[in-house]
């Protein structure tokens, strides 16, 4: 029967956490904050509002909110430079062949992501097609590990919850689509991912079999 596939965008579709890494470096630098890779990980599907009070309580710094309104918008800018060159060739491994796989089979699809930069990532990526529900960060008002940007997304696709499965590579995204009673699937680390329904290293590891099972 028609589910809908409700995929999140970084850490599932493209790797842009480096490039968020880097950005938020810009920022940490010039605030005298040291912010290692380690630190990166706790960005992951969180907005970014709280990413860069995340980075201040690093560094113990407070900060008025004049001042983080600007911080805000360097850091975009500096991501958004990272994004110029951006082309298919960045779309991770796997990927591509189960959107076509899954549009072959008339499945619903839909983005399910914290940013709100992901309708142009999609775009220069070239796969903006085959996605019949965007719900991004311009759309959602509460965070993961809340289901609303789930819960939206199965709605715009007219199907129940029950019926839909979310690909996640954060912990917060696993729990947003456990508590929408969605099934879930995470891509990375089983060790990280351990609350999800299903576990792939990464969407090479993601077969026709395993889409025919969620299907009937
Ligand atoms: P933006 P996802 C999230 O994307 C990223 O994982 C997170 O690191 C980032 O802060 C957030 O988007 C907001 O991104 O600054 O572009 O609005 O994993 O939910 O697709
Ligand atoms: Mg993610």
Redesign the pocket.
Known sequence: SKKAFIF??????VD??KY?YLAWQKIAEALHINFTHEH?EL??????V??LDIILELGNVKASQEDKDKWLIQ??DE?LSYLVDMDESEILPGVLNILKLLKDKNQGIA????????RPILEKTGILSYFDAIV??NDVSNA?PDPE?FLKAAQLLKIDPKNAIVF???VA?IQAANIAEMASVGIGEETILHEADYIFKDFTFVDENFIDKIIN
Do not use: C, F, M, Q
Request: hydrophobic share 25%; aromatic share 2%; glycine share 14%.
């Open positions: 999140d965008l970084d850490g599932v579709i842009t956490a968020h990166n960005l992951k599907g969180v907005s970014r709280r990413s850091k975009n991501y983005l399910g992501s914290a940013s709100k930069n992901a991004d960060g993961k940007v996640e590579d954060s995204g």
